[in-house]
């Protein structure tokens, strides 16, 4: 039987948020069989658990952002990565702000600590939802246009197009591919860090965004090029980065899809009204398990210590 999984031991993380700028303190705690992911804000008079799902999205823009009631925790995709990337299903994330900490700017922080807590094996058998028929959302036409699209696969890989008119992004690869049954997310994904332009960044804090970003936790871009010192971690980072946000904004639809994505220019909300699309469409998706190993995709049939 394909197994769930969560942490072996808790594991904890302190850090700014990338738009409030707020310190901020993380505990990943192992979760029951079929809890999902939760969020909790510790932090209020009386905790709020925000489990995550597609509809418990109340905001897209620059980050995803999850909500119940008043309560809400801001920038969740780069966690969702991870642990989505390390094939976890069942996880409490303890939060003492409204904002996951941004770390280096990429999700290979939360794989470090995901990893250094351990993953356990449940005796439960590991829930996906498999696409069955194309699924397509799009917004614009000519150069506005930008869509998302679920089609029917036996595994899960992404497509993702940017289309960034900057030399600096120009210079790299504006479409990348990644497949969880041929790569690897820790090695191929997981670095690739957030970026934005300078001419942005005093909007941005205008309106309160954006506090907590610096060249520590992002690749920042004058109008000609990459101002880090270090350069880029991948060729195709800002590409990569794109799919390494894809993978947690399609998370929250809270089981691993089995589904081929493809995307041009989506972000955020497109991501969002993609889920939102398949769900509404009862006869575009199932519920599956595997009883045996072998019959499961590649890439998520791995022991623990692979990833």
């Known amino acids: 039987m394909l ?3 969560t942490l072996k031991t808790l594991t904890r993380a302190v850090g ?28 209020l008079p009386e905790p709020v658990d925000i489990p995550i799902s597609a509809h418990a999205i109340t905001d897209t823009r620059m980050a995803s952002t999850i909500g119940v009631g008043g309560a809400k925790v801001h920038t969740v995709e780069h966690l969702m990565s991870a642990i989505a990337g390390l094939g976890l299903d069942n996880l409490y994330i303890d939060i003492t702000a409204e904002e996951v900490p941004i770390l280096d700017g990429s999700s290979a ?4 600590l995901l990893q250094s807590a351990g993953i356990e094996l449940q005796n439960a058998p ?36 940017i289309d960034f008119a900057h030399p600096a992004v120009d210079s790299t690869g504006q479409c990348v591919e990644f497949d969880l049954g041929e790569d690897n997310y820790v090695r191929d994904i997981a670095r690739a860090r ?22 520590d936790n992002a690749i920042v871009m004058d109008d000609y090029k990459v101002l880090n010192s270090d350069g880029l971690r991948y060729d195709d980072e800002f590409a990569k980065h794109k799919i390494l946000d894809a993978i947690g904004d399609l998370f929250v639809i809270g089981k691993p899809l089995l589904a081929a994505y ?3 220019r989506s972000g ?36 623990v210590h692979a990833w």
Do not use: C
């Open 262 to 264: 493809s995307a041009f």
């Open 16 to 43: 700014v948020g990338l738009h409030s700028g707020q310190r901020v303190e993380l505990t990943l705690r192992p979760a029951p069989v079929d809890t999902g992911i939760v969020f909790r804000r510790v932090d």
């Open 194 to 215: 957030t970026f934005g332009f300078t001419k942005d960044v005093e909007m941005l804090r205008t309106s309160g965004l954006a506090l907590g970003g610096g060249l």
């Open 126 to 161: 590991k829930r996906f939802i498999r696409v069955k028929h194309p699924v397509e959302v799009r917004e614009g036409e000519g150069k506005s246009l930008k869509w998302a699209r679920f089609d029917p696969y036996h595994g899960f890989k992404l497509r993702f197009e």
């Open 109 to 112: 922080s939360f794989v470090f």
């Open 268 to 303: 955020h909300g497109m991501n969002n009204q993609l889920l939102r699309a398949l769900l509404e469409q009862p006869d575009a998706w199932e519920i599956v398990t595997f009883e045996n190993e072998r019959q499961a995709p590649r890439g998520f049939a791995q022991p």
């Open 3 to 5: 197994k769930q999984r």
